[in-house]
């Protein structure tokens, strides 16, 4: 009888691309996914699709562009006629767990105006199994309180810092102690589900999500004291907010709106406001909140060899988005510079040859491929739907000749009950959007109701000068927008043009 072929898909939030060891951010501790990366394939160039959490969840999950799946922002609705990953696992025989969340908004001619899931942030994915939910946080906190922890009565609070307030970024440890934090009950909800398979005998698979390195910006001891704020990388801004501002309208309204009081509990002033020493320490908390995951991540890595069940599982390591933290004077996961978009990907196939392990792929990768690259692993079929590709060869040392040499992203910038961008510019709603494509050397940015910007990364890798309107690169800049253009006629929604009906019948085309 052969082994089980188990599936963990580690979802972390707001986790910088570049920020592994393996990449070159050796200043951080992360013993257990260096280990992961020295069994696996690290992708240095993966981008999402899109920013923030909801719309780049759907992109992973669906495997869909923004553009073909249309939640756009978080608490806007994912259409139900498409399928998901949970759906597929579904017909292949799996029963999908999830801890953590996907931020998803049910779509509304399905469910009624009353539907709870419509007065949250968003919900679950259909399809999944949910083995620890985190949306509206009551599971967490009651476990908490269940512990003998006595929650305060606004209970967010307990990601305040303990003594007095200093009002943002902080050394001081979180209320909350290590063994009761939100990484450490994601870990207890994701082990208790293993545990609860064992002696089975059937397949698994399981989406670990962790809510880190996501704000509240504070961490528990001792992983406040980790890392030296000196110790940090510089933030990539301009010599002040307001020149930055000056570059587009709408990273203008950001550098001007976005409150330090979103990513501290504490906080106040605007985050364009930030000394570099406030976002020194904000980067070493943030380290801080890395290393509390990856401390628990070794937990379930020894549980799965303990268990004899390491080498039957494909384990993927990834995330929703990046995080600006400081960079271009913005904070959070908005705009179009990389910092939101490029984010990690580790792949440890069990199977892949021993010469492949602990390498690192150059070549550009996309969030859409995770999906086909699951599904391919588990022999089942990649549905028309899905707009990216297996990344399986690289597993095997192979690059697949026609591989794509740019990415492309997008961003929708509407208003929310918690943004208001598209007032702020008197833009109409539908035009509040931008897409990117980017290779090696230059960065085109289109908006649909503002002037484009286009960046010459080998000149200007920080992205500090826009030269759409230099003539010298006027004919690049159009070379670039016809690729954008074609890159939206290859990919508009495909899921029924592969179908046709002829004289002999239906007929389906996979290509």
Not at 327 to 345: A, N, Q, T, V, W
Not at 446 to 475: C, E, I, S
Request: aromatic fraction near 12%; include cysteine; proline fraction near 7%.
């Amino acid at each position: 009888m052969p082994a089980a072929k188990n599936v963990l898909l580690i979802v972390v939030d707001q986790w910088r691309g570049r920020m592994l060891p393996k990449l070159g951010a050796d200043y951080l501790k992360l013993p257990n996914l260096d280990r992961l990366c020295a069994e696996g394939v690290t992708f240095a160039n993966h981008f999402t699709q899109c920013v923030p959490c909801g719309p780049a969840r759907a992109s992973l999950l669906t495997g869909q562009y923004l553009m073909n799946h249309r939640a756009v922002q978080n608490t806007i609705p994912l259409s139900h006629r498409f399928t998901n990953l949970a759906h597929e696992l579904r017909r292949g025989g799996y029963d999908p767990a999830l801890v953590g969340y996907t931020t998803t908004t049910p779509d509304p001619r399905t469910t009624a105006p009353s539907d709870p899931r419509f007065f949250v942030l968003g919900d679950i994915m259909e399809g999944f199994h949910s083995v620890g939910a985190f949306e509206n946080r009551d599971a967490y906190f009651g476990w908490v309180a269940s512990q003998g922890f006595t929650l305060p009565q606004n209970r967010d609070d307990v990601w305040r810092p303990q003594g007095a307030s200093p009002g943002g970024a902080t050394a001081q440890p979180a209320v909350i102690p290590k063994e009761l934090s939100d990484t450490a009950w994601f870990t207890e909800r994701g082990l208790s589900y293993l545990r609860g398979r064992a002696g089975k005998g059937k397949p698994w698979f399981l989406h670990l999500g962790y809510y880190r390195p996501h704000p509240p910006f504070i961490a528990s001891a001792p992983y406040n004291a980790m890392y030296r704020p000196e110790d940090m990388p510089k933030a990539v801004r301009a010599k002040s907010a307001a020149k930055e501002a000056r570059q587009n309208p709408l990273l203008a309204y950001y550098v001007n709106n976005v409150k330090q009081s979103s990513f501290f509990q504490d906080g106040a002033g605007l985050g364009s406001e930030m000394t570099e020493a406030q976002v020194a320490q904000m980067r070493a908390t943030y380290c801080g909140l890395m290393s509390e995951i990856d401390d628990h991540l070794g937990r379930v890595f020894d549980y799965l060899k303990e268990t004899g069940q390491w080498d039957d599982t494909l384990i993927v390591f990834t995330c929703d988005h990046g995080e600006q933290s400081g960079d271009h004077h913005l904070l959070g996961k908005i705009g179009y510079f990389d910092e939101s978009y490029r984010i990690p990907l580790v792949i440890r196939d069990p199977g892949a040859a021993k010469n492949t392990r602990g390498t690192i792929v150059e070549k550009f990768t996309e969030t859409i491929d995770t999906m086909p690259t699951i599904l391919e692993w588990l022999g089942l079929p990649v549905p028309r739907q899905c707009d990216g590709r297996s990344l399986l060869p690289f597993c095997a040392g192979q690059t697949p000749a026609d591989w794509r040499t740019e990415v492309h992203y997008e961003f929708d910038f509407r208003d929310l009950h918690y943004s208001q961008p598209e007032s702020a510019l008197g833009l109409p709603m539908d035009k509040c959007a931008l897409a990117v494509v980017q290779d090696e050397h230059y960065k085109y940015v289109h908006f649909a109701a503002l002037p484009p910007l286009f960046f010459d990364l080998k000149a200007d890798p920080g992205q500090f000068v826009n030269r759409a309107t230099d003539p010298a690169y006027a004919v690049r800049m159009g070379d670039y927008a016809a690729k954008m253009l074609n890159w939206r006629l290859g990919f508009a929604e495909r899921s029924l043009t592969g179908y046709r009906s002829t004289p002999q019948g239906l007929e389906v085309r996979a290509a």
